[in-house]
């Protein structure tokens, strides 16, 4: 047991840490049900289709067929959040196995901190601008219709373009929030750690 005094930066940044991983845990929840509902619609779209030619009737359209991949996309983007938050991501580990703990911890926070995050800043930096222009951004600065599909009866574009830099961002966050975990370890300051989130989940049944 530590005391309440000691370590308070750690402390806050666990706690910081623990909330990001709570609200990236909501959406794994989230993308699990994208999950469903993109298997539904693509159901629909096969059914639609075979049935439609029985009949002789077009049951089907390009909006339920551009809303399964871009159903799709949504939750591969937010699933590397929730994957990079559980340690999920492929590992090159014939070496990084036979480390310890505390090895793998600074391999771990190097990569995160001269890699993802830089990656993660780079990615939304370099996404805004065609973001802002599918939603009708004009180079003069002034503002016209948004992106649509090429396609018959399709989406809009910029929605979906949009959940990149959102995916990005959100990868950013929780990469700080393994930095934090990661440093805790080296500090061997994993009991605290381990303390900050018991606190932290009970704090979040009494809110």
């Not at 999950?35 to 629909?44: E, N, R």
């Not at 995050?117 to 599918?134: A, E, M």
Request: hydrophobic fraction near 50%; charge should be neutral; charged fraction near 15%.
């Amino acid at each position: 047991m530590y005391r309440s005094d000691e370590f308070p930066r750690l402390q806050k940044l666990l706690r910081l840490s623990q909330r990001i991983d709570s609200f990236t845990d909501q959406l794994g929840q989230l993308a699990n049900w994208l999950v469903l509902i993109t298997l539904g619609v693509g159901f629909y779209n096969v059914m639609a289709r075979y049935i439609g030619r029985f009949v002789g009737v077009s049951l089907s359209s390009n909006i339920f067929i551009e809303l399964q991949w871009y159903l799709f996309s949504l939750f591969f983007l937010l699933g590397f959040v929730y994957i990079l938050r559980h340690g999920e991501n492929v590992r090159v580990d014939f070496l990084y196995a036979r480390f310890n703990s505390k090895q793998q911890a600074w391999i771990d926070f190097l990569g995160t901190v001269l890699f993802l995050i830089p990656f993660c800043i780079l990615g939304i930096w370099v996404t805004i601008n065609p973001v802002l222009q599918s939603w009708g951004r004009l180079p003069d600065g002034t503002w016209g219709t948004w992106e649509i599909s090429p396609d018959a009866n399709g989406l809009p574009r910029a929605p979906i373009k949009t959940m990149i830099p959102i995916s990005l961002l959100l990868l950013l966050l929780q990469g700080i929030s393994q930095a934090i975990k990661y440093w805790a370890v080296i500090q061997n300051y994993s009991n605290i750690a381990d303390q900050i989130r018991l606190e932290t989940a009970e704090q979040i049944k009494v809110d």
